[in-house]
């Protein structure tokens, strides 16, 4: 598989559901990041999480890291049918002294459709 | 709240043509990069530019294309002879600083879409 992978490819909850999306990476980062794309649309950043962290919120936001594993992942708690859009996973790597050089990877990203 | 502007928002040309493809970024960001998104496809990195010099690029970013800022608030990508597989959403991106910082958040304008026929 290749960098910023997300699974499921797509998911489909009714409204007030959790919708859990997952990421999984293969080289060092120095941070992963969460973005939100509506269809045809820019991407909106949603959350970062720093490598030596594990877990951040925002709202109803929720963001795991295990770099043990490799892998994230990015919970919507109380799901609304305006949360519908792809999300997308993208990591910044890391050099050797631990700084990022700024690119993002992005993965394939998750088709998520909140039902009203 | 400050935001990355592109334009045009739809560019349709013929093989072979060359576009120039522009961006306002966010006025006291420090590094730009291109992005971008063949349909139904992932976001590829294309090129990051700081201090008026490209930092990084990748594969696909070949003699094809060019980047400039020619200006203190525009930053464009110039495609030279356009191809049909060029087809794609282009992004543009500013962050204030890289790391693991929120300064490094890259903010994306609503992109291009390039249609090359």
């Known amino acids: 598989s290749q960098q910023g992978e997300e699974d499921p490819q797509a998911l489909s909850i009714q409204e007030g559901e959790n919708a859990t999306m997952n990421c999984s990476y293969k080289?060092?980062?120095?941070?992963l990041q969460w973005y939100r794309q509506n269809s045809g649309r820019g991407l909106v950043h949603l959350i970062l999480?720093?490598?030596?962290?594990r877990e951040k919120h925002s709202g109803r936001l929720r963001v795991t890291l295990d770099t043990s594993k490799k892998s994230s992942s990015l919970l919507i708690t109380a799901s609304r049918a305006a949360d519908t859009a792809s999300y997308f996973c993208?990591?910044?790597?890391?050099?050797?002294?631990?700084?990022?050089?700024?690119?993002?990877?992005f993965g394939q990203g998750t088709i998520l459709t909140v039902h009203p | 709240e400050p935001e990355v502007t592109q334009t045009p928002s739809h560019q349709v040309t013929q093989m072979g043509q060359e576009v120039i493809l522009r961006c306002v970024p966010i006025?006291?960001?420090?590094?730009f990069y291109w992005y971008r998104q063949i349909l139904g496809q992932k976001v590829e990195f294309l090129v990051s530019?700081?201090?008026?010099?490209?930092?990084?690029k990748s594969e696909i970013f070949d003699d094809q294309f060019s980047v400039e800022r020619p200006d203190g608030s525009n930053f464009t990508l110039k495609i030279r002879s356009t191809k049909l597989e060029d087809s794609a959403m282009y992004f543009c991106?500013?962050?204030?600083?890289?790391?693991?910082?929120?300064?490094?958040?890259?903010?994306f304008g609503a992109g291009t879409r390039l249609s090359v026929l």
């Open positions: 080289t060092s980062i120095n941070n």
């Open positions: 530019f700081y201090n008026n010099e490209i930092s990084e």
């Open positions: 993208a990591t910044a790597p890391s050099n050797a002294g631990g700084t990022s050089y700024g690119k993002l990877t």
């Open positions: 006025s006291n960001h420090l590094y």
């Open positions: 999480i720093r490598s030596n962290e």
């Open positions: 991106a500013s962050s204030y600083r890289t790391g693991g910082a929120t300064k490094n958040i890259q903010y």
